[in-house]
DNA sequence: GCACATAGTGTCAAAATGGATACCGTTAGT
DNA sequence: ACTAACGGTATCCATTTTGACACTATGTGC
C-alpha cells in the first residue's frame, strides 16, 4: 500500500493540505474526463451516444478516458451480450458525488469565461 | 518550446455545453496549479515562501505555473525593484472567485479519497 | 460472400509535460 | 575577490499523453 506512510518517497497524497486538490484533479483530469462526467449526470449512455456528444474525441481516446474512470471507480460499465455490442455507462456513486464539483467547475465556466477562451485571443 | 501556456491544450471550446468544464479544468490544470491557488488562498506569498509549502516543485516548474497562471488572469505578479529580487504573487480578483471550486475540490478529496488511492496501489 | 453496425484494440509517431542541472544579474557582507 | 540571497532562464533529455489510422469480432440483411 503506497499511501501516506512511504518513508522516502511519496506518490501523491502525503504533501501539504493541498493535496487533495490535486489529487482529486487527478481523478477528473485529462482531456476528456470532465465532459464526460458532465455528460453521465444527465444519465446512462452507450459508448458511441457519448461520442456524439463530444465530437473531438477519438475513439481510442474515449475508450481511454473511460477505462481510467471506471478504474477509479467514478463510472460503472455495464455489458450486454449481443451483436453489435452493446455497453452502458454511468455513474457509480462515488462518481454521483462529483456532482457537486463537475457542477462547480462548469458554473465558474460559464460565468467567467463565458464560452471563449482568453487564451484563444493571440492565436 | 517551453513557453507559458499550451495553446493545444484545449483550445477549440466549440463542442457541447459540457466544454466549460474542461475550459476550466484547463485552467487549473497543470502539476501544481491546485495546490498554487490553494495556497494562495491564504494571502499574498513570495516566490520563495511558495516553494517552501511546496516542496516537490522545482524552481523551473513553479515559475512555469505561475505564468501561467498570471497568462490566464488567476494570480497577479508584483515585482519590488529590490536587490535580492521581491516577487509577491497573490490571487486576482478573478482567481479568487475560483475559491469555491478549489474548496469544493478539497472537499471531495477530503472526503471522498481521505488517504486512499486505487492507482497508486497495484503498482 | 459482402457490407454494416457497435465497441472496441494495436501500433507508431508526434507533441506536450516534467525533471535535472547549470547559469544570470545585482548588491551587500566579509 | 568571493560568496550569498532571490527569482528567475536556458538547455537537454526522459516520460507521458494524444492523434492517426488500421484492424478485430459477430450476427443480420442483401
Redesign the pocket.
Given at each position: 500500500m503506497d499511501t501516506v506512510s512511504s518513508p522516502g518517497r511519496h506518490s501523491r497524497l502525503d504533501c501539504s493540505p493541498g493535496c487533495s486538490v490535486e489529487a482529486t484533479l487527478s481523478l477528473i483530469d485529462?482531456?476528456?474526463k470532465g465532459v464526460i462526467l458532465f455528460h453521465l449526470l444527465d444519465g446512462t449512455l452507450?459508448?458511441?451516444?457519448i461520442?456524439k456528444r463530444i465530437p473531438?474525441?477519438?475513439?481510442?481516446?474515449?475508450?481511454?478516458?473511460?477505462?481510467e474512470l471506471e478504474v477509479d471507480g467514478l463510472i460503472a460499465?455495464r455489458?450486454y451480450a449481443q451483436?453489435?455490442?452493446?455497453?452502458?455507462?454511468s455513474l457509480s456513486e462515488r462518481g454521483r458525488s462529483l456532482e457537486a464539483v463537475i457542477l462547480a467547475l462548469k458554473h465558474w465556466g460559464d460565468a467567467h469565461l463565458h464560452l471563449f477562451h482568453p487564451r484563444d485571443s493571440a492565436a
Amino acid at each position: 500500500m503506497d499511501t501516506v506512510s512511504s518513508p522516502g518517497r511519496h506518490s501523491r497524497l502525503d504533501c501539504s493540505p493541498g493535496c487533495s486538490v490535486e489529487a482529486t484533479l487527478s481523478l477528473i483530469d485529462g482531456k476528456w474526463k470532465g465532459v464526460i462526467l458532465f455528460h453521465l449526470l444527465d444519465g446512462t449512455l452507450r459508448f458511441n451516444e457519448i461520442r456524439k456528444r463530444i465530437p473531438d474525441v477519438t475513439q481510442r481516446m474515449l475508450t481511454n478516458q473511460l477505462r481510467e474512470l471506471e478504474v477509479d471507480g467514478l463510472i460503472a460499465r455495464r455489458v450486454y451480450a449481443q451483436v453489435p455490442p452493446k455497453v452502458e455507462y454511468s455513474l457509480s456513486e462515488r462518481g454521483r458525488s462529483l456532482e457537486a464539483v463537475i457542477l462547480a467547475l462548469k458554473h465558474w465556466g460559464d460565468a467567467h469565461l463565458h464560452l471563449f477562451h482568453p487564451r484563444d485571443s493571440a492565436a
